[in-house]
């Protein structure tokens, strides 16, 4: 168990490779275990007992080999993926924990990525940016696949802290070392292109939009929205507005129309397709992309006449029949009627 930050009895018989759960249990009766009730994995061993386990020069009968380490490893891994299909439903929590223990142990151990790959995809989907990485090594480079996704998920998270230069150079240290598979390699280029587009280096971002782009990847609708953006900034608002009508929910063309609409200075319909991406997000449960559209749709509706959207919301009748002259969000006198206006329900 030294292994792992925490785990609980059935993470602990399968890491160890136990048939029955009786000896992870009595394990997690000694004194020198810790237990947080609450948490996702109830148990630990104090860094310490972890370190001292893992260092410890031992010449007993019964010590444990490199090799039985990277199989003590493996097992665990294994565990926790099978763990993290057979979670109940999306869980942000769960998969943050679950990307920091499988992250450590395939870059500690040098394992393959297995179920980091879908993970790390669900993780970058939702546009949170939790940290991740786990506690720096000292290695001076990138020597294996882990290495490199340890690294370019750690650039993702930063990159809100960091210079947008310093993101371009880590993430290029990444496509670089060609260590990632083709679909998570066009997620360190997709992003390096973000990064250049926001230091003002559009021929760079549009050279790596495009590349994402042909790659017809999962990240390929969003390079296309990229493009469209590139446009949008060039001035050439015909093509990023064609653009746009032909990204669908993928390449989020409601946000890319408010985009579009606002620089222009119809307000009102760039709030309106903000509203529509942000709905479209919450239908599709993309919790970041719900709050960047509702955020952007802030932005617009601040720059439009609030009287005018108060009487939208709000139907005034007088017990006449009359309509008032303008519809405000106070009393007004009615054309027909002396009486006071009786607002309804509201549309």
């Known amino acids: 168990m030294s292994l792992l930050d925490a785990f609980d009895v059935p993470l602990a018989t399968r890491a160890a490779g136990l048939a029955h759960e009786g000896p992870a249990q009595r394990l997690t009766e000694r004194p020198f275990v810790r237990e947080t009730p609450f948490g996702l994995w109830p148990f ?16 007993t009968d019964d010590r444990w080999t490199d090799g039985d380490w990277q199989q003590a490893a493996r097992r665990a891994f294994t565990a926790l993926g099978e763990q ?26 040098r394992l393959d990525l297995g179920w980091l790959t879908p993970a790390a995809w669900t993780y970058v989907g939702d546009s949170v940016w939790e940290p991740l990485a786990p506690p720096d090594t000292g290695s001076a480079g990138l020597d294996t696949a882990a290495d490199a996704l340890v690294e370019l998920l750690s650039a993702l998270a930063r990159r809100q802290h960091q210079h947008r230069s310093r993101t371009v150079a880590r993430l290029t240290t990444v496509i670089d070392s060609h260590l990632l598979p083709d679909d998570l390699h066009h997620m360190a280029l997709y992003y390096r292109a973000k990064a250049h587009r926001d230091l003002g280096d559009s021929p760079a971002s549009r050279a790596g939009m495009q590349a994402v782009a042909d790659g017809q990847g999962r990240l390929a609708p969003a390079a296309r929205r990229g493009l469209a953006h590139l446009a949008r900034m060039a001035g050439d608002f015909p093509t990023a507005l064609a653009t746009a009508h032909t990204l669908g929910w993928e390449g989020r063309h409601h946000r890319v129309e408010g985009d579009i609409w606002w620089p222009h200075g119809a307000m009102d319909r760039a709030a309106a397709a903000y509203a529509a991406a942000r709905d479209e997000a919450e239908h599709h449960g993309v919790t970041g992309e719900r709050g960047n559209s509702q955020a952007h749709r802030a932005f617009a509706l601040a720059f439009t006449d609030p009287a005018v959207r108060q009487g939208r919301r709000l139907n005034v009748r007088c017990p006449s029949g009359g309509r008032t002259p303008a519809v405000r969000p106070r009393a007004v006198p009615c054309e027909n009627s002396a009486e006071s206006p009786q607002p309804t329900a509201r549309n």
Do not use: M, Y
């Open 84 to 109: 993290h299909q057979a979670a109940p439903g999306p869980d942000r929590l769960l998969l943050i924990a679950f990307l920091r223990q499988g992250l450590r142990l395939a870059r500690d151990h």
């Open 44 to 59: 630990q061993l104090h860094g310490l007992i972890r370190s001292a386990v893992r260092n410890a020069e031992d010449t």
